[in-house]
Nanobody, 118 residues
Framework: QVRLVESGGGLVQTGGSLRLSCLAS????????MGWFRQAPGKGRELVAA????????NYADSVKGRFTISRDNAKNMGYLQMNSLKPEDTAVYYC???????????WGQGTQVTVSS
């Protein structure tokens, strides 16, 4: 089974940018569909962006469309979430997830904190 480790979180001002990375190990990443989720304090976990195993299909939550971009480099076993024009409401722990079936995620990273100051 693949293992996932996120990095790239941090503190940024409103309007700033961050790029989250997700390193996959233990199995061929290219066989997994990928998703990025987030969970803000006191709220449930929500899907931010998803991408098919070959990168040919992507989908975004309405709240991040036009600001976030999901991508992957299967040769490097890496997934990414580029986040631009960040807002305080984007503050959350962000998780990388993977699954063999699109829309079903059964492997999760440990999460990385993103804090956007106003």
């Amino acid at each position: 089974q693949v293992r996932l480790v996120e990095s790239g979180g941090g503190l940024v001002q409103t309007g700033g940018s961050l790029r989250l990375s997700c390193l996959a190990s233990g199995h061929t990443f290219s066989t997994y569909n990928m998703g990025w989720f987030r969970q803000a304090p006191g709220k449930g976990r929500e899907l931010v962006a998803a991408q098919s195993l070959n990168g040919g299909w992507s989908n975004y939550a309405d709240s991040v469309k036009g600001r976030f971009t999901i991508s992957r480099d299967n040769a490097k076993n890496m997934g990414y979430l580029q986040m631009n024009s960040l807002k305080p409401e984007d503050t959350a722990v962000y998780y990388c997830a993977a699954g063999l079936s699109l829309g079903l995620y059964d492997v999760w990273g440990q999460g990385t904190q993103v804090t956007v100051s106003s």
